[in-house]
């Protein structure tokens, strides 16, 4: 398996299209943006738990400036009018030795095609061989899309941090 920095997979939706999953690296940023932009305020909302409609430099230079030891970032591309387009990411954060925290967001052209779940997929594979013990996601509790794909990966509800979301919980033996 490549170094996560250098990390590149194909797959397949749903609908048969193809699909590139590789890190996010920092000349990604414009095209990152413009997912943001062709995301519905709903979906944002459901990932950052909050209104969202753009980010401060600050936290643009957390998403793209990845170290690919403690924060880990996968990028779905798809090809649109002859180019590739990132259509989501999924990114892990370690928050404690051996437990990392995982989030997705999928534009919303996109979603129920699979996508969230194949980055789910690499996003593991990075982890178990990183040596990870532990993914834990919060989720709102009325986003059973995601909440579809944490338990098709055997995560459970664990004890957690608000009463807002539901904390769910992933062993990585």
Not at 139 to 166: C, H, I, T, W, Y
């Amino acid at each position: 398996m490549p170094a996560p920095a250098d990390y590149s997979a194909t797959g397949r939706m749903r609908d048969g299209r193809d699909i590139e999953i590789r890190a996010l690296r920092p000349d990604d940023k414009d095209d990152m943006l413009a997912a943001v932009g062709r995301t519905s305020t709903e979906s944002l909302r459901r990932r950052f738990f909050t209104l969202k409609r753009g980010f401060s430099e600050k936290e643009v230079a957390f998403f793209v400036n990845i170290d690919f030891a403690n924060h880990v970032a996968l990028i779905a591309l798809a090809e649109e009018d002859g180019r590739k387009c990132i259509i989501g990411g999924g990114r892990y954060v370690v928050v404690e030795p051996g437990k990392a925290e995982i989030a997705f967001v999928v534009i919303d052209d996109y979603q129920g095609q699979g996508v969230g779940t194949l980055l789910m997929r690499h996003l593991a594979v990075i982890a178990r061989k990183a040596g990870l013990r532990e993914l834990i996601a919060e989720v709102l509790p009325e986003n059973m899309a995601m909440r579809k794909v944490f338990d098709k990966f055997g995560f459970r509800p664990g004890s957690g941090r608000g009463s807002q979301s539901v904390h769910l919980v992933m062993k990585l033996d």
